[in-house]
């Protein structure tokens, strides 16, 4: 690999972002000297480098042969010091997914993209190959339960990499995700994101198509999707189709604390599979990544079994908050209508009995945006109730208000209240909170801390 024989100390500005860090990891493993600088010290970079803060032209190292420049809308030379003087350094200068397609040489690379469920797929196929004993390399765009790192050399020929369309960097438009030529790929449920970035559906299923050609052997899409089928229909190549009307499918499913369900493929059992995953998508991303595995003959029966049995999950992808209280509280990552709504209909599907309340924050550029208004009239459909919390100020443009927000879901049906102050919030929340109640907090964000307060006031006012 040219990268890793030609580098010895690679600095990272903007090192906080999930996929900057798992690759400051990857070089971190490989023997390469790492430094990196943010606005804040994250976990879980923070537990394996020194983060330097500010953003300043003095944290770069004078003797750096790499800097990695991160894709933060703040990290532009106009306005940051940092990334002036590191273009204007001399030094190799790079996105991360340029660094990750260079640490791929010689790796067999499964890619997983789509617009939801990339992250849990990457991560159960990465644990699944694990489980078998095949030391895959793996690359996960969030932080996993299960492999315990989103990053990690392994000794194996395969290389699991979460693929993301969004661009590489400020002065790179393309997708991430066309960096890597993989051998084989899965491109989970596909749905208009990103909006700021692709206007239109068009534009947005466009780096999709570009991915297809630089597939060289196994292509599986999802079949759901509002335009999975669009996408479908202009392929022009062998595909292996999963979900409704695909080759692979889920049936029998008996819901519970672990699910259990059949797998099969054009209607023969494969085998039985079982989860304590929650939510039909979750259903669906087990089926995907077994469709990966057994059309390419990645793994046995058995080893899938396994391996999805002792799958945990990830981070912020319906994870419980707490065990320490009876009231089931769950976090759904929520950058999109459709991960709400199927975080939505997990919660529903498992804790039918109770009053389900949403906690919900607007943190990425499509729930903010005016012609998203429309979305709120049934994003909350199952819901009880929803507690929107909007940051007074989080330095990004923002065309709608939280009165705008609020009277747009209640006027849905469903119970709505809005917030901007944090202690505020809290204080009504946990007066009202119920014992009949189910709990789901909902952003891709921060939320100002409540992710973590909530849980600790339920814990107090109803412990297990």
Same mark, same amino acid.
């Given at each position: 690999m040219t990268l890793m024989q030609n580098v010895r100390k690679a600095h990272f500005i903007g090192i906080g972002g999930v996929g900057m860090s798992a690759v400051a990891k990857l070089l971190k493993d490989a023997g390469v000297e790492v430094t990196g600088s943010d606005e804040a010290v994250y976990l879980p970079v923070s537990e394996f !480098?020194?983060?330097?803060?500010?953003?300043?032209?003095?944290? +770069? %190292?004078? *003797?750096? *042969? =790499? +800097?990695?420049i991160g894709k933060n809308a703040k990290l532009i030379p106009e306005t940051n010091p940092e990334v002036a003087a590191a273009l204007a350094s001399g030094v190799r200068v790079a996105s991360f997914p340029e660094v990750l397609a260079e640490l791929v040489r010689g790796k067999k690379v499964l890619l997983v993209a789509g617009s939801y469920g990339k992250s849990t797929c990457a991560a159960l196929l990465a644990h699944c190959l694990e489980r078998a004993g095949l030391e895959p390399s793996y690359f996960i765009g969030a932080s996993p339960i299960t492999p315990e790192s989103p990053a990690k050399f392994g000794s194996g020929e395969y290389f699991v990499i979460e693929g993301d369309?969004? %661009? &590489?960097?400020?002065? *790179?438009?393309?997708?991430?995700? !066309?960096?890597?030529?993989? !051998? /084989? $790929? @899965?491109?989970?449920? !596909? $749905? /208009? *994101?990103?909006?700021?970035?692709?206007p239109t559906p068009e534009s947005? =299923?466009?780096?999709?198509?570009? =991915?297809?050609? =630089?597939? &060289?052997?196994? @292509?599986?899409?999802?079949?759901s999707g509002a335009l999975s089928g669009e996408f479908l229909k202009h392929l022009a190549r062998p595909v292996v189709m999963y979900g409704e009307g695909g080759e692979y499918t889920a049936t029998d499913i008996r819901w519970g604390e672990r699910t259990r369900f059949t797998l099969i493929r054009k209607g023969q059992t494969l085998c039985e599979l079982e989860t304590s995953l929650l939510g039909e998508h979750n259903i669906e991303n087990i089926v995907g990544v077994a469709a990966l595995a057994f059309s390419q003959k990645l793994l046995s029966a058995e080893e899938l079994a396994r391996g999805v049995a002792s799958f945990k999950g990830v981070r912020r992808r319906m994870d419980r908050r707490s065990e320490g209280t009876s009231i089931p509280i769950y976090e759904g990552f929520g950058s999109s209508k459709e991960k709400l709504q199927n975080a939505i209909a $997990?919660?529903?599907?498992h804790f039918p009995e109770r009053r389900l309340v949403v906690v919900f924050e607007p943190h990425t550029f499509s729930w903010r945006q005016s012609k998203a208004l429309p979305w709120y009239d049934d994003a909350f459909a199952g819901a009880a109730e929803v507690v929107v919390y909007c940051p007074p100020e989080d330095g990004k443009t923002t065309e709608l208000t939280t009165e705008e927000i609020v009277k747009r879901i209640s006027a849905s049906g469903v119970e709505a209240y809005g917030f901007t102050d944090t202690q505020a919030l809290l204080k009504e929340f946990g007066a009202a909170l119920a014992k009949n109640e189910a709990v789901l907090l909902s952003s891709s964000g921060a939320m100002g801390g409540l992710i973590e307060e909530i849980p600790k006031l339920a814990e107090e006012k109803f412990p297990a």
């Open positions: !480098l020194a983060v330097r803060t500010p953003y300043a032209a003095a944290n +770069i %190292p004078a *003797d750096a *042969d =790499l +800097i990695v369309e969004y %661009p &590489s960097s400020n002065t *790179d438009p393309r997708s991430k995700f !066309l960096h890597f030529k993989p !051998l /084989h $790929a @899965l491109i989970t449920p !596909l $749905a /208009h *994101d990103h909006f700021n970035v692709f947005y =299923l466009k780096p999709f198509a570009d =991915l297809v050609p =630089l597939v &060289s052997k196994g @292509l599986v899409v999802a079949t $997990a919660m529903k599907r």
